[in-house]
Nanobody, 115 residues
Framework: QVQAVESGGGLVQPGGSLRLSCAAS????????MGWYRQAPGKQRELVAD???????KYADAVKGRFTISRDNAKNTMYLQMNSLKPEDTAVYYC?????????WGQGTQVTVSS
């Protein structure tokens, strides 16, 4: 069964950091680029960052310079290091394959940035 499980979210103060993890099925992870997506209340899901199988990365303008995406192919796991967090980063964060969503959406992990 193809699936991905997100973890690492939580409540953090503005300026703080969090590291998200995404553990995905090996059959998918090794073959496709992966991405982090987020959905804030009342808004559409949006791309945060993605990474190809070769490690080429792309970031949304809103997170450039603050977030870093990476992947560990040996562990079938992707990460999102989030620094200098802002209240507008508050959302549920999801992972999926890049460009075409090949994994059923999971529950995501909630990130709340608030003082």
């Amino acid at each position: 069964q193809v699936q991905a499980v997100e973890s690492g979210g939580g409540l953090v103060q503005p300026g703080g950091s969090l590291r998200l993890s995404c553990a995905a099925s090996g059959s998918i992870f090794s073959r496709y680029g992966m991405g982090w997506y987020r959905q804030a209340p009342g808004k559409q899901r949006e791309l945060v960052a993605d990474i190809t199988t070769d490690g080429i990365t792309k970031y949304a303008d809103a997170v450039k310079g603050r977030f870093t995406i990476s992947r560990d192919n040996a562990k079938n796991t992707m990460y999102l290091q989030m620094n200098s967090l802002k209240p507008e980063d508050t959302a549920v964060y999801y992972c999926n394959t890049r460009l075409i969503f090949r994994i059923p959406w999971g529950q995501g992990t909630q990130v709340t940035v608030s003082s």
